[in-house]
């Protein structure tokens, strides 16, 4: 459970940032690391890692939670993270003091609200940025990115040479787990999808769904599956109907039930998309979503709300690649509802055009929300 130490420690939210992660963990997004463009400076400046951002999904405010003055761990772009146990894992990413990617991993106690480096036994994976990471019976699973295997230990993958910046695209695929700190190679069956970096995955009933992301000079729109109970992989999963166009940098956010859903990206012209599909995963089909609003976004995070709604932050909304025009960098917060509004969420919006003075014949767990909405003052963020 999230406890904030300090109750009037309240941000305006994040500055606006590219390549963060955020990760829901009950009633809250955390926001880590990413960085900004510097208008006429030669380097980017990474966001300190000893700050984490807090958004709660009940009061629709953010929070800030900072180390003090230590800068631990190293601000990154491109790293990958889950949450285990009240604990944050965040891996890899590039921006390490100018030494480019890295394959360290930090774990951030959701409890303690302390930062720690964590050594693991075995043999890790190779630095990258860019990878796609999730979650599965307590144990973090990495797949692919941009790196150099010259900079790490040895392996069996599928990596593609890009000589402009001397990295290039793999499909390596590691398992960490916690309880016995150790990196592993997960046996696997089937075929692993191709190398890639800036693709995206989601977890659906025991089931890893992974698109699109850059191979080489190619943005693919290809969906692969990977069935966590038996470890097998899908191959290109043969899709019924329309299929999104080819994109990078994109997001892919589990519902709770059978759908995951698409949104934005970096196109194969170089477009930032603003499009919203969603993937049947029962039926393999994909069906385009019309929103009321037009917002392009790439290299943002997504995240599924208490209320099923998707919640997009940060990412750029200019192309990225444009060296004549700093790219924008966005600073809301995008809401998709592919559902109904719950009654629940209704009744809460509401109530806030009654007079506040008739909240207390509200049911009890409308006001405890309608109280933290409007700021007042709590000691424990536990939503309703």
């Given at each position: 459970?999230?406890?904030?130490?300090?109750?009037?420690?309240?941000?305006?939210?994040?500055?606006?940032?590219?390549?963060?992660?955020?990760?829901?963990?009950?009633?809250?997004?955390?926001?880590?690391?990413?960085?900004?463009?510097?208008?006429?400076?030669?380097?980017?400046?990474?966001?300190?890692?000893?700050?984490?951002?807090?958004?709660?999904?009940?009061?629709?405010?953010?929070?800030?939670?900072?180390?003090?003055?230590?800068?631990?761990?190293?601000?990154?772009?491109?790293?990958?993270?889950?949450?285990?146990?009240?604990?944050?894992?965040?891996?890899?990413?590039?921006?390490?003091?100018?030494?480019?990617?890295?394959?360290?991993?930090?774990?951030?106690?959701?409890?303690?609200?302390?930062?720690?480096?964590?050594?693991?036994?075995?043999?890790?994976p190779i630095p990258v940025d860019k990878m796609a990471g999730w979650q599965y019976n307590k144990k973090f699973y990495v797949f692919g990115?941009?790196?150099?295997?010259?900079?790490?230990?040895?392996?069996?993958?599928?990596?593609?040479?890009?000589?402009?910046?001397?990295?290039?695209?793999?499909?390596?695929?590691?398992?960490?787990?916690?309880?016995?700190?150790?990196?592993?190679?997960?046996?696997?069956?089937?075929?692993?999808?191709?190398?890639?970096?800036?693709?995206?995955?989601?977890?659906?009933?025991?089931?890893?769904?992974?698109?699109?992301?850059?191979?080489?000079?190619?943005?693919?729109?290809?969906?692969?599956?990977?069935?966590?109970?038996?470890?097998?992989?899908?191959?290109?999963?043969?899709?019924?109907?329309?299929?999104?166009?080819?994109?990078?940098?994109?997001?892919?956010?589990?519902?709770?039930?059978?759908?995951?859903?698409?949104?934005?990206?970096?196109?194969?012209?170089?477009?930032?998309?603003?499009?919203?599909?969603?993937?049947?995963?029962?039926?393999?089909?994909?069906?385009?979503?019309?929103?009321?609003?037009?917002?392009?976004r790439l290299w943002h995070c997504a995240c599924l709300s208490i209320f099923d709604e998707v919640l997009i932050f940060g990412g750029c909304?200019?192309?990225?690649?444009?060296?004549?025009?700093?790219?924008?960098?966005?600073?809301?917060?995008?809401?998709?509802?592919?559902?109904?509004?719950?009654?629940?969420?209704?009744?809460?919006?509401?109530?806030?055009?009654?007079?506040?003075?008739?909240?207390?014949?509200?049911?009890?767990?409308?006001?405890?929300?309608?109280?933290?909405?409007?700021?007042?003052?709590?000691?424990?963020?536990?939503?309703?």
């Open positions: 459970m999230v406890q904030l130490l300090n109750p009037d420690m309240v941000s305006a939210g994040p500055p606006g940032r590219t390549g963060h992660i955020a990760v829901s963990y009950e009633n809250y997004v955390l926001v880590w690391g990413g960085y900004r463009e510097n208008p006429g400076v030669a380097s980017n400046t990474y966001f300190s890692g000893a700050e984490l951002y807090i958004y709660s999904c009940i009061s629709e405010k953010w929070y800030l939670k900072k180390n003090g003055n230590v800068s631990f761990p190293p601000g990154m772009s491109g790293s990958t993270a889950v949450v285990i146990d009240d604990a944050l894992y965040v891996f890899g990413g590039y921006g390490y003091h100018g030494q480019g990617c890295t394959n360290l991993l930090f774990k951030f106690d959701l409890e303690t609200f302390i930062w720690s480096a964590v050594e693991p036994e075995g043999v890790p990115g941009f790196g150099n295997p010259d900079t790490g230990p040895s392996h069996e993958f599928q990596f593609v040479f890009y000589h402009l910046l001397w990295r290039g695209w793999t499909n390596q695929f590691f398992e960490y787990d916690p309880k016995k700190n150790t990196w592993s190679k997960p046996f696997t069956t089937g075929t692993l999808p191709s190398a890639r970096a800036a693709h995206a995955a989601a977890v659906m009933q025991g089931k890893v769904y992974i698109f699109g992301g850059r191979h080489d000079v190619h943005r693919m729109n290809d969906m692969h599956c990977l069935d966590m109970e038996i470890m097998h992989w899908s191959g290109e999963l043969p899709i019924k109907g329309p299929v999104p166009m080819g994109r990078s940098w994109h997001s892919l956010t589990a519902l709770s039930e059978r759908y995951l859903v698409l949104y934005g990206g970096f196109s194969q012209n170089n477009i930032v998309l603003s499009d919203c599909w969603r993937f049947d995963t029962v039926n393999h089909t994909w069906q385009p979503i019309e929103l009321p609003f037009e917002k392009p909304t200019t192309n990225i690649l444009d060296l004549e025009r700093t790219p924008e960098q966005a600073t809301d917060i995008v809401v998709i509802r592919t559902y109904p509004k719950s009654l629940f969420r209704s009744c809460v919006d509401k109530t806030i055009d009654f007079p506040c003075n008739i909240w207390e014949t509200l049911p009890h767990n409308i006001q405890s929300v309608l109280q933290l909405r409007f700021g007042y003052r709590s000691r424990h963020l536990i939503g309703s």
